[in-house]
């Protein structure tokens, strides 16, 4: 076991004439036994940070620490790592059995009766002692994926990273083995960085996660505390679905001015003291309609989920969507009014998108919050 510590990272690709900044002053620190989800849009530089701490990249600038130890400059094989990816390529002519203890085989000098006492160790942990007689071919999806994780456990490795290893599967399977992995991943209190473009995902399996955006760490905290405190626009927009409802308005006083005749009254204005423009936020559960009041919208469509509607209203150029009771049903082109309570308001700064107020409501105490 080992905590990770990634100190201004930088990694530059050159590729002919252009340079292209993959990864810029990345710090970051990752716990002992931690699972930190590293989420942010398609070409963000998650991969490469990940790539990295695996060493199968030079860094450009940097250092990386796995404990009191600098793996900067050390090859992969020399790290202690083991890594799952989405393509997991497994060995189509091994067993399953020859798959999970080969890497083992090779890098080790365990015995063999060792190596195959924890091969089938692993296996009975993932569930596949049954399959491990078989051919790759002969499994589903699931099962193959069980089979590349089993590859990294039998390892007992300092590191486990994990290149989105679920994508391959369908949803249903996903969001079991999502369940399954973090389960794992706590019983073998092993430290992982685990990679994906996927904000639920990421809301659902991290302790920590850390948004990137353009190559650069926009925050990292506790998945709640992201969603109800983002350091700014991009990280609210980026986290939560359906997305954060925006817009922008004109302050005047304690008074906040939107499209198409919005109107928010602040009882405390102090965010947007000195300031003649915000943007403002606020998360679909936060809007109820309500039957009289002077913010209005007009509805465009209503999704039902079962447990909730999603309610699709314009406000001028704006969509604005709110998450309501399921036995409210407003018609397509109905207007209704809306409206939400200042301790659910998000204020963003117009330019730089820096966050100058975030959710001010108390979080409930109790069940559950002892855990880990
Ligand atoms: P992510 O994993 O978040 O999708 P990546 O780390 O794969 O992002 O990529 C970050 C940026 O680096 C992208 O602009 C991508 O095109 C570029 N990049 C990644 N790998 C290479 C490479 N081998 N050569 C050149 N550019 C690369």
């Keep these: 076991m080992a905590r990770i510590d990634i100190t201004d990272l930088v990694k530059v690709y050159d590729s002919g004439d252009e340079s ?54 050390l090859r992969g094989s020399e790290r202690d790592v083991a890594m799952v990816f989405q393509n997991y390529a ?15 085989k090779l890098s080790s000098s365990l015995p063999s009766a060792e190596i195959a006492e924890r091969v089938e160790s692993v296996a009975e942990m993932l569930g596949i002692t049954p399959l491990l007689d078989d051919k ?19 390892r007992e490795p300092a590191v486990f990273l ?10 249903k399977l996903r969001a079991e083995m999502r369940t399954e ?21 990421a809301m659902a399996m991290g ?12 925050q990292v905290g506790p998945p709640e ?37 919005f109107t928010y009254e602040l009882s405390n204005p102090e965010p947007v003291e000195g300031r ?41 150029e704006h969509e604005l969507t709110a998450r309501i009771d399921p036995t409210l049903r407003p018609q397509a082109g109905e207007e209704v009014a809306f409206a939400f309570d200042e301790s659910a308001l998000y204020l963003f700064d117009v330019d730089t998108g820096e966050a100058l107020k975030t959710k001010t409501d108390a979080v409930a105490a109790g069940i559950g919050t002892e855990a880990r």
């Design 276 to 316: 003649s423009r915000v943007r403002v936020g606020v998360r679909p559960e936060d809007i109820t309609l309500v039957k009289g009041g002077s913010n209005r919208a007009t509805v465009s469509v209503v999704e039902p989920m079962g447990n909730e509607n999603f309610c699709y209203m314009e406000l001028g």
């Design 162 to 171: 994990m290149d989105e290893p679920l994508s391959n599967l369908d949803a």
């Design 225 to 261: 505390d992201v969603y109800r405190s983002p350091a700014n626009e991009f990280v609210a927009t980026f986290i939560g679905s359906p997305s954060i409802n925006l817009l922008t308005a004109e302050v005047d006083g304690t008074t906040l001015s939107g499209p198409a005749g």
């Design 207 to 218: 302790d920590r996660i850390a948004v990137m955006n353009d190559g650069i760490l926009q």
């Design 90 to 104: 497994l060995y189509p002519h091994m067993t399953v059995r020859q798959n999970i203890g080969f890497g083992l």
């Design 136 to 154: 790759p071919k002969e499994l589903s999806g699931g099962q193959q994926q069980r089979v590349a994780l089993g590859r990294a456990i039998v």
């Design 181 to 201: 992995l973090q389960e794992l991943q706590h019983d073998l209190d092993v430290t992982t960085v685990y990679v994906t473009h996927d904000q639920t995902e």
């Design 20 to 73: 292209i900044v993959a990864v810029e002053d990345l710090d970051l620190g990752v716990k002992d036994g931690e699972f930190l989800v590293l989420v942010g849009p398609s070409g963000c530089g998650k991969s490469t940070t990940l790539r990295c701490i695996a060493g199968l990249e030079d860094v450009t600038e940097g250092s990386i620490h796995f404990g009191d130890r600098e793996v900067t400059d």
